[in-house]
């Protein structure tokens, strides 16, 4: 019960951080598999957001991040649990 309400609330957190932005131009930071694979800078501080809010309730959870796993970190599977993120699916529409 305490794992879904924190993820309420980082989906809130991304939620207002994306409202912010909406009428404002997100500039495009990279793309991953195609030109149309885009990562922007909502997309990236909206991850960061969520990260970090569920690190405050769960530090000990594994926490695979599209944007932050698609780069040079990567991720390792483990026994631990695990959130996995992707705070705007769908970029291109967005």
Same mark, same amino acid.
């Given at each position: *019960? ?5 993820? &309420? *609330?980082? %989906?809130?957190? %991304? ?13 495009? &930071?990279?793309?991953?598999?195609? +030109? ?9 501080? +909206? ?9 405050? &309730? ?7 991040? *599209? *944007? ?10 483990? %026994? ?15």
């Amino acid at each position: *019960e305490k794992v879904l309400e924190v993820a &309420k *609330e980082a %989906a809130l957190l %991304a939620g207002s951080a994306i409202h912010q932005t909406w009428s404002i131009r997100s500039d495009i &930071k990279n793309t991953k598999s195609s +030109c149309t694979d885009l990562v922007t800078e909502t997309d990236e501080r +909206c991850e960061e957001l969520i990260i970090n809010y569920i690190r405050s &309730k769960f530090p000990r959870h594994s926490i695979i991040g *599209e *944007e932050s796993s698609s780069s040079s970190e990567g991720y390792e599977l483990t %026994a631990d649990p695990t959130w996995t993120i992707d705070p705007i699916d769908g970029t291109t529409n967005f």
